[in-house]
């Protein structure tokens, strides 16, 4: 009898729905998820992941989350969408602009991808310009403009410069690569005047998790400010990762623009993009810059959101996350020298990359420069140990609230295994 996976190859493209699902960066075939649980995921043959996956960043309380769940059940008894105004659209709208520094205004969209593309009409719309400056490696969606040296999955399939972009419309953004601050000052003294904005990950994340090094913030706020374009902070993975309020608060930023989604949604498809409210006054029904959505604001994935949000507004929340995460991070580090390996890691709040590499990479090219190989061969025994890393180099980890003390040492111990054999 043919398998799920040999019966997806004939209808989804590659037999998935996002590309990095489908293994191509590690090899092999992916295994058929039936449920989740906390800290697992479980396959259709029964076998059982601790999973540092996440989704890619929304289950910061794990799968299944009683809380969660109770809101979105209770919700969908309601409706499931009503293409009209609710109460949980304004206390989402609330909860995000007291959290998030710079957000006066915002709009829900459904996904990242539509809340970056958004972002930047805003952006072109208010300055009148049209280039775009994006940093090499960072990902923020698949927007046509943003397919430009992409990272995350159009990076792990070789496709940063993905075909069916318009050459027009790809040579009107710009790049350089992340942490550089003198091409940054290259590129804005030569065209600074031309720019409608800058979109930076305030952490990257879809090279691996990279850190901005310091004074890369500050000198992208300055410049911006300096020629009179837009800083947009795509915070789709950082926004209530890396701390409540997400990196902009983390790091005391002052973003115009700002895009969440992952955790705001909790696991149900959500994006948000928002601003001075000068900038977001310009959006239809107020402005002439145009952007809608049939299921935008969606009841349940409002009810979602706002009930992880509310359970990870919490005193010790992200200082247990990060602790957990480090730990995580520096022991796998640790154990792997200890076994004559090179690997380093990044890690910020509850995201974490470990590299196969002497020092913690800074930029896309570094990253690239790991030792890859070793990466896949590290998946395959990690996961033939059960547990699910991200199957690809230029993805991060995702360790959540259910994430135990236990679950933590099993990792550890696995990995002790595993790079036995690397
Ligand atoms: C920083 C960043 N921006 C944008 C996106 C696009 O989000 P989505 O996959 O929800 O479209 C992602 C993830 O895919 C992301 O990590
Ligand atoms: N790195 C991506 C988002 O953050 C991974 C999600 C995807 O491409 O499926």
Redesign the pocket.
Do not use: F, I, P, R
């Given at each position: 009898m043919e398998s799920y996976w040999q019966r997806a190859q004939n209808v989804l493209p590659g037999g998935v729905n996002s590309p990095v699902r489908s293994f191509k960066g590690v090899g092999g075939e992916p295994f058929f998820v039936k449920r989740g649980q906390g800290p697992y995921l479980f396959d259709d043959q029964g076998r059982q992941y601790i999973d540092f996956v996440m989704s890619?960043g929304p289950l910061i309380l794990g799968h299944a989350h009683p809380k969660v769940v109770a809101a979105v059940s209770e919700q969908a008894t309601q409706g499931l969408s009503y293409g009209a105004p609710t109460d949980l659209e304004v206390e989402m709208a609330e909860t995000l602009v007291q959290a998030v520094p710079g957000l006066e205004m915002v709009r829900m969209v459904n996904?990242?991808?539509e809340a970056?593309m958004a972002a930047i009409r805003v952006a072109r719309g208010v300055t009148g310009r049209d280039r775009i400056l994006k940093f090499a490696g960072s990902?923020?969606?698949?927007g046509d403009s943003l397919l430009v040296k992409a990272g995350?999955g159009a990076a792990t399939m070789g496709v940063p410069d993905s075909l069916g972009v318009p050459k027009a419309l790809a040579e009107l953004t710009l790049t350089v690569p992340y942490n550089d601050v003198d091409a940054l000052r290259t590129v804005f003294n030569a065209v600074g005047d031309q720019i409608a904005a800058v979109i930076m990950?305030p952490v990257a994340?879809?090279m691996g998790t990279v850190l901005p090094q310091p004074g890369f913030l500050d000198t992208v706020r300055q410049l911006t400010r300096q020629y009179g374009a837009l800083w947009i902070v795509?915070e789709?993975?950082t926004g209530f990762r890396v701390a409540w309020g997400g990196a902009s608060r983390l790091f005391g930023l002052e973003p115009d623009l700002v895009?969440l989604?992952?955790v705001i949604g909790a696991g149900m498809p959500v994006?948000a993009y928002g601003g001075k409210k000068s900038y977001m006054q310009e959006v239809a029904p107020l402005g002439p810059v145009y952007q809608a959505g049939t299921l935008s604001g969606n009841p349940v994935a409002m009810a979602a959101g706002l009930a992880q949000l509310h359970e990870i507004h919490q005193p010790d929340f992200y200082s247990q996350l990060e602790q957990k995460t480090r730990t995580l991070a520096e022991e796998l580090v640790a154990r792997g020298r200890a076994h004559g390996i090179a690997v380093s890691a990044n890690t910020i709040g509850g995201m974490f990359t470990l590299f196969f590499s002497d020092m913690p990479p800074r930029n896309f090219d570094e990253v690239s420069h790991s030792d890859h190989a070793r990466y896949r061969k590290f998946f395959h025994g990690m996961l033939e140990q059960g547990v699910f890393f991200p199957p690809s180099p230029f993805e991060t980890a995702f360790p959540s609230w259910a994430h135990t003390e236990a679950t933590i040492q099993a990792t550890l111990e696995a990995a002790d295994r595993v790079f036995q054999q690397l």
């Open positions: 890619y996904s990242g991808t970056t990902y923020h969606g698949h995350s990950e994340g879809n795509d789709v993975m895009c989604a992952k994006g």
